[in-house]
């Protein structure tokens, strides 16, 4: 891969700076990111996630309820789920603004504690944003699949990402 991916800037004599994503004019449709590493989903995890926004369903939570579904134990709340799947992708899309919205949202296969997750990001379109001379807008199909490729979710967003002639402006975190 070229040298435009590098995750490490120089920023003065024998001072390396690691940074952490691309800038928009990195980005183009056809790309295909496999994010590293995944995440094992804990069961503690998911019981706080449903807690903490507040949803009751027992099928999250409770071990001997979900014994006798289809399941045969507690699944992992949605809004979990999203957030690993968007979670995952940081290190590529480190230098976005803000996520500008999502397209689709598709729960294809039900996760539960102890799986392990991946993501892989495929770049579908780029375009200026015209309210947002820092930023460009990425469009991005998220593929939330476990080790043996069975996919989980599908999901898709766009993300407003720094262009590198924001880079004077941003503070050092964002490799600047």
């Given at each position: 891969?070229?040298?435009?991916?590098?995750?490490?800037?120089?920023?003065?004599?024998?001072?390396?700076?690691?940074t952490?994503?691309?800038?928009?004019?990195?980005?183009?449709?056809?790309?295909?990111?496999?994010?590293?590493?995944?995440?094992?989903?804990s069961?503690?995890?998911?019981?706080?996630?449903?807690?903490?926004?507040?949803?009751?369903?027992?099928?999250?939570f409770?071990?001997?309820?979900?014994?006798?579904?289809?399941?045969?134990?507690?699944?992992?709340?949605?809004?979990?789920?999203?957030?690993?799947?968007?979670?995952?992708?940081?290190?590529?899309?480190?230098?976005r603004?803000?996520?500008?919205?999502?397209?689709?949202?598709?729960?294809?296969a039900p996760v539960?504690g102890?799986?392990?997750?991946?993501?892989r990001?495929?770049?579908?379109?780029?375009?200026p944003?015209?309210?947002?001379?820092?930023?460009?807008?990425?469009?991005?199909?998220?593929?939330?699949?476990?080790?043996?490729?069975?996919?989980i979710?599908?999901?898709g967003?766009?993300?407003?990402?720094?262009?590198r002639s924001?880079?004077?402006?941003?503070?050092?975190?964002?490799?600047?």
């Amino acid at each position: 891969m070229s040298d435009t991916f590098a995750a490490f800037d120089p920023v003065g004599d024998n001072r390396i700076r690691e940074t952490v994503g691309l800038w928009f004019e990195q980005f183009a449709p056809g790309q295909v990111f496999d994010h590293r590493p995944g995440i094992t989903v804990s069961q503690t995890a998911n019981a706080d996630e449903a807690l903490a926004s507040l949803n009751q369903a027992m099928i999250h939570f409770d071990h001997h309820y979900a014994q006798a579904t289809e399941f045969g134990v507690p699944l992992v709340v949605s809004t979990l789920t999203l957030q690993y799947a968007i979670g995952l992708g940081w290190k590529t899309f480190g230098r976005r603004r803000r996520i500008l919205g999502f397209s689709s949202i598709r729960l294809t296969a039900p996760v539960r504690g102890g799986d392990t997750l991946y993501a892989r990001s495929g770049i579908v379109a780029t375009a200026p944003l015209a309210d947002d001379p820092d930023c460009g807008s990425v469009e991005a199909a998220i593929a939330l699949v476990r080790p043996d490729g069975a996919a989980i979710a599908d999901i898709g967003c766009s993300f407003a990402i720094y262009r590198r002639s924001a880079a004077g402006r941003l503070p050092a975190s964002f490799g600047a």
